[in-house]
């Protein structure tokens, strides 16, 4: 019996081979993309799984309530780990980590790079799972001027992994000038892995750092504690115990911040698991860098990515359960035979669950042979390094089981349910009538347009959003600046004037600018306290990027005043202090510029120096000449881009020889901001034209059956004198009543998910209504074209040949 069934399957598939390509097509692009939904998915969910503390690795997170507002942060200061591990038996050991966001210029004879640096603890290798190459774990952080690389920096600098005792140097560093000899290496381990929160190229002992900067102040966090609780800790008990600990120590700090600002702020601390990191940090800023952990993500991306995948593989079984029909009525004769003849319902429908599952199996594996070849464009989309290996671990095929299995009840059982279920006499005497499926199967194609209709609109307001936030006035010039960062603030000035003086005669060069970034902080005017952001520039930043004065003048070196005591701000400054005539107002300034005050010069014109998804903040801008600065800013020549590039890398080993050059375009710098969104503009574009591609399988599926049992009804109207544009009417008249359905779900399903998207961005454009006409249009022309096309062939038919169908 089993070869009977597989020779009327095979036979069935091959004389109807185009819906069988269709089924089998349909289901594989549908299957493709929730593969790579879930191999994304599990990527992310794998993130930091690797180190052998699991479950009981903590980071220390921290809390602070001021003024009303609430902030949390993934890290802690630098007295907290050592003070929680002595007084919390609970906790086995501690590492603390600094980095993530810090680059240094370490150089070993000739060679120099930029390295990606991480100060941290001699428990590291205790506490955190890093392979070691050579050197000993145990020792290798415990000297002041001990390093250990990644494999890849031993390669770079010595093209071979055995150097342990070799030297590296580093002059600009604070730490290294007060160290006063170079860094020896102790240890070489293996390069983080992809899926890793802390990523590093060279590792520093924590003591090292505190040669320059160490600190005893309980209200900073901006560094990450971990800790390895004892296993089966009571988590809230430790909490609570932190924050005991946290109380008792910072009440002196407490007690002066509040004397000194009037508030007083309160302090509280978590516990997060290392393996939560990636998918739920504290706060995502400076590129997702957070106290010293990296690549932060948010499970809402991996939550619409797989919504998406799975709605696109739901279409395309809808267009299976619709074209099994539709073909399987042609078969409706054979089953009344086959049912006269002795065969009992069962075997019938095994024999389409049979067909089904052949078909579902095929789509299987050329959904994995799809998935195979697009998964390198997949990686670079999605900012993943997933290798085809990962496509056959356990879970994965798993999960691919579990669908195929699903998919045959979902996509073969109705079908083979349905058709099984024909009496001979309603077959043998033409009286088959699929009434009741069609309006079933129009609720499907509905619910297909719906998702196709949004998914078009949401691709309108992605791009419309991109395309404003390109073109947006930010309130200066980017183009053609080049921001280059330089070694050793303290010096900066001087750096300044070198390079001043190697590129005074050049053509390519125009302007270049000092300045320097000093993060948000306190400021006083009129005895009122406001938040600001600090940036050091000087006379010629705002003349090289177009900024506008909107009242009072530049800083000059005319003014001798001007370097220490001169400051522009910007509007939101103004406006926040609550001035009416700025100019000329003084600003009490946070105390590291000094307790000095500074006298308001200019305004500036408000300018977006941040992301187009947070409001302009208030800007404090002081002179460099006083303050320094870490960046310079070039304008160059635009018609000869290269030639000024490689003027200003000239310059650069010329002036600072010790360090690494490298340099950002200042409109690239912006446009990384939106790295993420663009990256889901392309993928929402994608499945917009995969799902409309879904639909017309889906109409083509539907009008099919719908033909077929019109075939004599056609005849009849072509005898009658119907033409073919009367026939194109009367059966697109259906289904222009399920889009005209779709459409109205559509709209508003779309304005409400786009609305809370474009809530994200502090500026943005108006919902641009305008795109429901469009995605309707569009809707409308795809179903005049496959069902008009299908209507267009019935009309061309012979009305004999139609008569003579039943």
């Not at 356990?394 to 279920?421: E, T």
């Not at 083509?700 to 019109?710: C, E, I, N, T, W």
């Not at 009367?726 to 779709?742: C, H, M, Q, T």
Request: with cysteine; aromatic share 12%; hydrophobic share 45%.
């Amino acid at each position: 019996m089993l070869k009977t069934f597989l020779k009327i399957a095979f036979r069935h598939l091959w004389r109807t081979r185009i819906y069988a390509f269709i089924n089998i097509s349909g289901l594989a692009i549908g299957l493709t993309c929730l593969l790579l939904a879930t191999i994304y998915i599990l990527d992310e969910q794998s993130f930091d799984s690797f180190h052998q503390n699991n479950p009981d690795l903590y980071r220390i997170t921290t809390r602070i309530k001021n003024a009303g507002k609430s902030e949390s942060s993934g890290g802690t200061g630098q007295v907290q780990g050592p003070a929680f591990q002595s007084q919390i038996p609970e906790i086995r050991n501690y590492a603390r980590i600094m980095g993530g966001d810090i680059y240094g210029d370490i150089r070993n004879k000739s060679k120099v790079f930029k390295l990606q640096m991480l100060f941290v603890d001699s428990t590291f290798f205790e506490v955190f799972t890093f392979k070691i190459l050579s050197g000993n774990q145990d020792k290798a952080l415990q000297d002041v001027n001990s390093v250990v690389i990644t494999r890849q920096t031993a390669l770079k600098f010595f093209g071979r992994l055995d150097v342990v005792g070799e030297i590296l140097r580093m002059s600009a560093d604070p730490s290294a000038q007060r160290l006063g000899k170079p860094l020896v290496i102790t240890a070489v381990v293996q390069d983080p892995p992809v899926n890793s929160s802390i990523q590093f190229d060279v590792l520093f002992p924590f003591r090292f750092l505190q040669l320059s900067f160490e600190d005893t102040n309980w209200l900073n966090a901006y560094l990450g504690t971990f800790v390895v609780l004892q296993p089966h800790a009571n988590l809230e008990s430790v909490t609570r115990r932190l924050d005991q600990i946290g109380k008792i120590n910072a009440r002196e700090q407490l007690g002066q911040y509040e004397k000194e600002h009037g508030i007083r702020p309160e302090i509280s601390y978590g516990l997060q698991q290392i393996t939560d990191i990636h998918l739920n940090p504290q706060e995502i800023s400076n590129q997702n860098r957070e106290a010293g952990v990296i690549n932060g993500s948010r499970p809402i991306y991996s939550f619409l990515f797989f919504t998406v995948a799975g709605f696109i593989l739901f279409m395309a079984s809808i267009n299976f359960i619709n074209i099994s029909i539709s073909a399987s009525v042609r078969r409706a004769r054979e089953i009344g035979i086959r049912k006269v003849t002795g065969s009992k319902r069962a075997e019938i429908f095994l024999q389409f669950i049979g067909e089904s599952a052949f078909v579902s199996l095929a789509a299987c594996i050329l959904a994995l042979l799809m998935t195979i070849a697009f998964l390198p464009i997949f990686n670079q989309l999605a900012g993943k390094q997933i290798v085809t290996g990962s496509l056959f671990q356990f879970r994965l095929l798993g999960w691919l089981a579990f669908i195929f299995l699903f998919n045959i009840l979902l996509s073969g059982a109705y079908p083979a349910y349905l058709l099984s279920g024909f009496t001979p006499v309603q077959v043998l005497y033409g009286k088959l009538q699929l009434t009741g499926k069609r309006a079933s199967g129009s609720v499907l194609v509905v619910f297909q347009f719906t998702t196709a209709i949004v998914l078009g609109i949401v691709s309108l307001v992605f791009y419309l959003q991109m395309r404003f936030i390109k073109t947006k006035d930010l309130g200066y010039n980017p183009q053609e600046v080049v921001k280059v960062a330089i070694a050793g603030s303290t010096e900066s000035r001087l750096i300044r004037s070198n390079f001043e003086s190697n590129l005074k005669n050049n053509p390519d060069i125009g302007q270049l600018s000092l300045t320097g970034e000093f993060g948000l902080r306190e400021a006083k005017v009129e005895g009122k306290k406001l938040e600001s952001y600090y940036r050091t520039v000087d006379e010629r930043y705002l003349e090289m990027l177009e900024m506008q004065l909107k009242t009072g003048r530049n800083f000059s070196q005319k003014f001798k005043s001007d370097p220490a005591s001169a400051a522009i701000v910007n509007e939101a400054f103004v406006k926040a202090a609550g001035l009416d005539h700025p100019v000329g107002k003084i600003i009490q300034a946070d105390s590291h510029f000094g307790e000095a005050p500074f006298t308001i010069i200019g305004v500036v014109q408000d300018f977006h120096y941040a992301s187009l998804k947070a409001r302009i903040q208030p800007l404090v801008m002081l002179m460099s000449d006083q303050f320094g600065g870490e960046t310079l800013l070039f304008k160059i020549n635009h018609t000869a881009r290269e030639k000024a590039l490689s003027d200003v890398g000239a310059a650069f080993h010329r002036v600072l020889p010790e360090a690494a050059f490298s340099y950002t375009f200042l409109d690239d710098l912006n446009a990384k901001e939106y790295d993420q969104e663009k990256k889901w503009q392309v993928l929402i574009s994608y499945a917009t034209a995969i799902s409309v591609l879904v639909c017309c399988l889906g109409l083509f599926g539907l009008a099919h059956l719908a033909l077929y049992q019109r075939t004599k009804e056609t005849g009849i109207r072509l005898v009658l004198g119907a033409t073919a544009l009367g026939i194109i009417v009367l059966f697109s008249r259906d289904f222009f009543k399920i889009i005209a359905i779709a459409i109205l779900i559509a709209c508003p399903a779309g304005y409400y998910l786009m609305n809370l998207w474009l809530g994200d961005f502090s500026y943005r454009i108006p919902f641009p209504y305008w795109v429901f006409p469009i995605a309707g249009t569009v809707a409308i022309i795809v179903t005049l074209l496959t069902v008009g096309t299908m209507g267009a062939r019935a009309a061309a038919v012979n009305p004999a040949l139609s008569l003579r169908s039943e």
